[in-house]
């Protein structure tokens, strides 16, 4: 069964950093595209950044480059965001997401990890 575990959401001043981290269990890590996604309250879940399996190459939303960066560790199983310069707009729910495509393509969603930005 896949698992996708965020962490390090929390509350943090504009301005000041946080690191989310997922850990994947179940899946062949090195399959899977990773991305990280978020949803603010009120609004549409929105992509911020992916990953390919090699790790290199990562894209990012507009609103998010030159902020936060994504990141692999495919020995761990795991996928970070650095997110420096935080803003209010920020604050969301985000969603870790592993996408594998083998004859179809599967989707495997976290549960979410909340980070509020405060002015």
């Known amino acids: 069964q896949v698992q996708l575990v965020e962490s390090g959401g929390g509350l943090v001043q504009a301005g000041g950093t946080l690191r989310l981290s997922c850990a994947a269990s179940?899946?062949?890590?090195?399959?899977?595209?990773m991305e990280w996604f978020r949803q603010a309250p009120g609004k549409e879940r929105e992509f911020v950044a992916t990953?390919?399996?090699?790790?290199?190459?990562?894209y990012y939303a507009d609103s998010v480059k030159g902020r936060f960066t994504i990141s692999r560790d495919n020995t761990n199983k795991m996928v970070y965001l650095q997110m420096n310069s935080l803003k209010p707009d920020d604050t969301a729910v985000y969603y870790c997401?592993?996408?594998?495509?083998?004859?179809?393509?599967?989707?495997?969603w976290g549960k979410g990890t909340l980070v509020t930005v405060s002015s």
């Open positions: 179940g899946l062949t890590f090195t399959m899977a595209t």
């Open positions: 997401h592993a996408v594998v495509k083998l004859s179809m393509t599967l989707n495997y």
């Open positions: 990953i390919p399996s090699s790790g290199s190459n990562p």
